[in-house]
């Protein structure tokens, strides 16, 4: 079964620095995909970014960038030139290409951005 | 265009009563997901439908739980009778066709407190 784990129960960042969120993941799947979803307060769960495993080149969203390394399984997240909008909980997520689209959550990380 | 909409937003009921949530999704969008989320914990998926037919319902408590999307649009996902650890946000997701990778859009969910 596939496995995603945040070890980062907490990050916090200053407002215009850059703060790192790290995630590591199993699998046994050559296809895959993974993903960053923001959780507001409001709990609903928007999608920061997304990476396809067959595809070398990090992804990218504006301020938003991964670090994937495929052979170690990792998937970190940086966010550049943080806002006060970005604080939230962060969830690193999986889907395998067999999966039929289901996501595979990791526990999540709590971002806190300080003025 | 309309997101995926809940209700109700928030539940309290005491143990051993029922309990439905009610979910639409985004017009269109033929695969739909229940999700539930316990407090500080990812979210982990209950059933996933495509059209009016289960896909995945592996890690439904089917002695409790139950769901259906009759017609392949709205869906409803019952609970009876509670227990106190089904305390939790129950999100609805849906997207236009099963495969991974595809974007998959959240509700603001369903906070469910069971005392």
């Known amino acids: 079964a596939q496995t995603v784990t945040q070890s980062q129960p907490e990050m916090s960042v200053q407002e215009a620095e850059t703060v790192t969120l790290s995630c590591t993941y199993d699998?046994?799947?050559?296809?895959?995909?993974l993903f960053w979803y923001k959780q507001p307060p409001s709990r609903q769960m928007i999608l920061v970014i997304r990476?396809?495993?067959?595809?070398?080149q990090n992804a990218t969203e504006n301020r938003f960038s991964v670090n994937f390394q495929k052979a170690a399984k990792s998937f970190s997240l940086k966010i550049s030139d943080s806002q006060l909008g970005d604080a939230a909980m962060y969830f690193c997520?999986?889907?395998?290409?067999?999966?039929?689209?289901?996501?595979?959550f990791g526990q999540g990380t709590i971002l806190t951005v300080h003025p | 265009e309309a997101g995926v909409a809940q209700s109700p937003r928030y539940k309290i009921i005491e143990k051993r009563q029922s309990v439905a949530f009610w979910c639409n999704p985004i017009?269109?969008?033929?695969?739909l997901y229940w999700y539930q989320q316990i407090l500080g914990q990812g979210p982990k998926l209950l059933i996933q439908?495509?059209?009016?037919?289960?896909?995945?319902d592996s890690q439904l408590p089917k002695d409790r739980f139950s769901a259906e999307r009759l017609k392949g649009v709205d869906s409803t996902l019952k609970i009876q009778p509670a227990k106190l650890e089904d305390s939790a946000v129950y999100l609805c997701?849906?997207?236009?066709?099963?495969?991974?990778?595809?974007?998959?859009?959240f509700g603001e969910g369903s906070w469910l407190t069971v005392v």
């Open positions: 997701a849906s997207s236009l066709v099963m495969r991974s990778g595809n974007t998959i859009y």
């Open positions: 699998t046994s799947e050559s296809d895959y995909y």
């Open positions: 990476q396809e495993a067959y595809k070398q």
């Open positions: 997520a999986y889907a395998g290409g067999t999966s039929y689209g289901k996501l595979t």
């Open positions: 017009s269109g969008h033929a695969t």
């Open positions: 439908f495509q059209n009016n037919g289960v896909v995945d």
